[in-house]
C-alpha cells in the first residue's frame, strides 16, 4: 500500500471512530512527534544514561547471554 492510500485509509478511521480514547492518542502522537524526550526526564535518570553511555564507551559491558546464564538459576523462582 502506498503512503495516500495509507493516510486515506487513516482518515476513514478517523472519521469513523467513536471512541475518545483513540482520538486523543491519536492527537498525543500528532503533539510529541517532533518532540524531544530527554528534556522531560528527570535528572537522576539523565544522569544513569549519562553512566551507562560512558560505561559502553570504556568497554566496560557484560554480553547479554553472560548476563542471562548467571541469572538463569532466578528465572523459575520469579514465575
Known amino acids: 500500500m502506498d503512503l495516500q492510500t ?3 485509509e487513516l482518515a476513514k478511521s478517523l ?3 467513536e471512541d475518545e480514547a483513540v482520538l486523543l492518542q491519536i492527537k498525543e502522537a500528532f503533539e510529541n512527534h517532533d518532540k524531544d524526550f530527554w528534556s522531560d526526564l528527570p535528572e537522576h535518570v539523565k544522569a544513569g544514561i549519562e553512566r551507562g553511555r560512558k560505561q559502553a564507551e570504556e568497554g566496560k ?3 547479554h547471554d553472560e ?3 548467571k541469572y538463569a538459576k532466578y528465572q523459575n523462582s520469579l514465575l
Open 15 to 17: 472519521l469513523e471512530t
Open 6 to 8: 495509507e493516510k486515506i
Open 61 to 63: 559491558l557484560t554480553p
Open 67 to 69: 548476563v542471562m546464564k
